[in-house]
């Protein structure tokens, strides 16, 4: 049973407007959650991460909200920029123990 | 090198042979993993080394698939009598300290693109 779900394998935006992605979680005892971008023939890169104490976390463009109560987080990307088509990967983990994947969800910003 | 460097790129192997896949991580990152990525699918946990010891090997999928990393830097992935279901992207990551969380993000490399025939 997957313990990281990213409900939407796609998504497409307008340059300039929001992208929202989400992404669930089952496991109660994650403490750790991180976001990663891949390009194709790319490894995957980091690109931002909160911790289970916080419900927010911000990077210029970028930010992660958490509501551990519905076990969900979401990645906001304002403005989008047609760079930031990739596939967006979301991780948890806890402490000491191996990052767990979603699927991914393939996020396109046309201009 | 500033990132993690992956060899080769591309490999296409007979079912049966053994492949052998190569990871230098980023200088002075302590922890390595592997990961296996399948096609639409994301990265999935493969084994874990801190410096030379290998800590966590619980991913690996069989007994066929050994990983080492002698001298606690380069690390290989050996794949014994390669099937179809191992085709797949092998990824390589490093981090300063442990799994991730706290500043240990992981780094990534490019991957080996294995296919099986």
């Known amino acids: 049973d997957q313990q990281v779900k990213q409900n939407s394998p796609s998504l497409s935006v307008q340059e300039g407007r929001i992208s929202i992605l989400n992404c669930d979680y089952t496991?109660?005892?994650?403490?750790?959650f991180l976001w990663y971008k891949k390009y194709p023939a790319e490894g995957p890169t980091f690109l931002i991460s909160?911790?289970?104490?916080?419900d927010k976390n911000e990077d210029g463009r970028f930010t992660v909200f958490l509501n551990k109560s519905a076990k969900h987080l979401s990645l906001h990307i304002v403005p989008s920029q047609p760079g930031d088509s990739a596939v967006y990967f979301c991780?948890?983990?806890?402490?000491?123990?191996?990052?767990?994947f979603g699927k991914g969800t393939t996020l396109s910003v046309s201009s | 090198g500033a990132g993690v460097s992956q060899s080769p790129r591309y490999k296409v192997a007979k079912r049966g042979q053994d492949v052998a896949l190569r990871c230098d991580p980023i200088s002075g990152h302590v922890s390595l993993f592997w990961y296996q990525q399948a096609l639409g699918q994301g990265p999935e946990f493969l084994t874990y080394f801190q410096n030379e010891a290998q800590l966590d090997k619980s991913g690996l999928p069989s007994d066929r698939f050994f990983a080492e990393r002698p001298e606690g830097s380069v690390s290989t992935l050996k794949i014994q009598r390669t099937q179809q279901e191992d085709s797949a992207v092998y990824l390589c990551?490093?981090?300063?300290?442990?799994f991730g969380g706290g500043g240990n993000e992981q780094f990534f490399g490019p991957g080996t693109r294995l296919t099986v025939l």
């Open positions: 496991n109660s005892m994650f403490d750790y």
């Open positions: 991780a948890a983990n806890q402490a000491g123990t191996a990052l767990i």
């Open positions: 909160i911790s289970s104490i916080k």
């Open positions: 990551a490093s981090s300063l300290g442990g």
